[in-house]
């Protein structure tokens, strides 16, 4: 199993930027891709961005791309980042991490197998 934790989340205005990290623990974080995730009230989570394990293949939302950039840290801290610039109402939410045990490239907008427990944003107009 893996565990993670998110952090980074907080109150931030139209244009500013914010970094979201999760931290993760237990097995080979370099064995996972990665995902974020987000939920807004009312609405289903909705996929933001993913990370293959290795780092080298990214994958985006249209609703954030050029302006999110996720990366990770596989070889001192085991941290995935979500970079988020130039920041919109609409990005107000629920932001999650996740797991995937898998050595493919494609298809990691999906099959999830664990979570963290989410970390709020909160983008002022």
């Known amino acids: 199993q893996v565990q993670l934790v998110e952090s980074g989340g907080g109150l931030a205005q139209a244009g500013g930027s914010l970094r979201l990290s999760c931290a993760a623990s237990?097995?080979?974080?370099?064995?996972?891709?990665m995902g974020w995730f987000r939920q807004a009230p009312g609405k289903e989570r909705e996929f933001v961005a993913a990370?293959?394990?290795?780092?080298?293949?990214?994958?985006y939302a249209d609703t954030v791309s050029g302006r999110f950039t996720i990366s990770r840290d596989n070889a001192k801290n085991t941290v995935l980042y979500l970079q988020m610039n130039s920041l919109k109402p609409e990005d107000t939410a629920v932001y999650y991490c996740?797991?995937?045990?898998?050595?493919?490239?494609?298809?990691?907008?999906?099959?999830?197998?664990?979570w963290g427990q989410g970390t709020q944003v909160t983008v002022s107009s």
């Open positions: 996740a797991a995937k045990w898998t050595s493919v490239t494609f298809g990691l907008r999906r099959g999830y197998d664990y």
């Open positions: 237990g097995r080979t974080f370099s064995s996972y891709a």
């Open positions: 990370i293959s394990r290795s780092g080298g293949s990214t994958d």
